[in-house]
């Protein structure tokens, strides 16, 4: 097979060390396996971004040596495609306009465990407005998928989210819509990323069968977590990376993978101990782990170490 693998950063702030996670677990596991290695950049949500993220991250990849085949692509750049297909989806009766805000949906009292959750009161009300969000019909998007570290995964999104939007009512298409026709579209065979998309997964297999797309095989790795429990992200205070110190960011991250790099490596290129880890990540090590705490690598090695 002839793997193809990604990394699809969102452009909403610099790489820290939880990105860089997905990064090199992506990375790492396409190279063993001969496969490229992508970057996609999901810059379809403005309002979420911060300006000079993209070119941050690209240049804080470059700096720790994690070299991508093909140019950069950016989701922003197929706007009119993704639209174009979530229209076909509507002539074809499998979506449809909605124009309920999610006051609407909340006072209904349809709350569901990811927010809420909507039981398609528009389905049958064939809306032409323009600012209407675009929702696909999921009545049967429930199934179960392998997932290659975390086992067999349950997914029921008619209990849980009901049907799910394609298209914001501001115009800009949903996350899932862009991820799946990308991955079909750049031939993705392999996905390599956090277990906080793991309860989404579902979603996206149920949009790739509606547009007949393939299903790549998914390996979702764990997230690195704060002493309180909360996904290491900007959000939650993340530091940005200090790319100019690759070698110890490098064995912090390979560490949190499973791999204590050898001394003779403590003063390497970051892309001599990628080539080390090719040869030497077992992914196998994090079968079924969905965490790890970000104080668990530092007790890892001694301070001046890292330095
Ligand atoms: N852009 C998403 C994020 O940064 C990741 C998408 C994916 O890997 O499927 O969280």
Do not use: K, M
């Given at each position: 097979m002839n793997y193809v693998g990604r990394f699809a950063p969102s452009p909403t702030g610099p790489l820290h060390m939880g990105s860089l996670m997905a990064a090199v677990s992506s990375y790492l596991h396409a190279r063993q396996a001969g496969g490229r290695w992508l970057v996609r950049i999901e810059d379809i949500d403005p309002p979420r971004e911060m300006p000079g993220a993209s070119d941050a991250i690209l240049s804080d990849l470059e700096a720790l040596e994690l070299y991508w085949d093909d140019k950069p692509s950016y989701q922003s750049s197929h706007l009119d495609e993704y639209r174009t297909i979530a229209e076909r989806l509507i002539d074809a009766g499998l979506a449809y306009r909605c124009s309920c805000s999610r006051r609407d949906i909340r006072s209904r009292g349809d709350?569901?465990?990811?927010?809420y959750r909507y039981?398609?009161?528009?389905?049958?009300?064939q809306l032409h407005l323009r600012d209407t969000a675009i929702r696909v019909?999921?009545?049967?998007?429930?199934g179960i998928f392998e997932d290659g570290l975390q086992g067999e995964c349950a997914y029921d999104v008619p209990a849980v989210l009901?049907?799910?939007?394609?298209?914001?009512?501001?115009g800009l298409p949903a996350y899932h819509l862009a991820v799946v026709v990308d991955d079909a579209r750049q031939g993705i065979t392999h996905i390599v990323r956090g277990t906080d998309l793991l309860d989404l997964t579902g979603i996206q297999i149920h949009l790739q069968r509606t547009l007949n797309l393939p299903t790549p095989v998914y390996i979702h790795v764990p997230i690195i977590v704060n002493d309180a429990g909360q996904k290491l992200s900007k959000r939650t205070g993340a530091e940005p990376l200090r790319a100019s110190n690759g070698n110890a960011v490098a064995r912090e991250v390979l560490n949190y993978l499973g791999l204590k790099a050898p001394r003779?490596?403590?003063?390497?290129r970051p892309a001599e101990l990628w080539s080390w880890a090719i040869e030497n990540?077992?992914?196998?090590?994090?079968?079924?782990?969905k965490e790890i705490t970000l104080q668990s690598i530092h007790?890892?090695?001694?301070e001046n170490e890292l330095q």
């Open positions: 709350e569901g465990p990811l927010g039981s398609g009161v528009c389905r049958g009300r019909n999921a009545d049967s998007a429930r009901g049907d799910y939007v394609i298209f914001r009512s501001d003779e490596l403590h003063r390497a990540w077992e992914i196998d090590a994090l079968q079924g782990i007790t890892g090695f001694a």
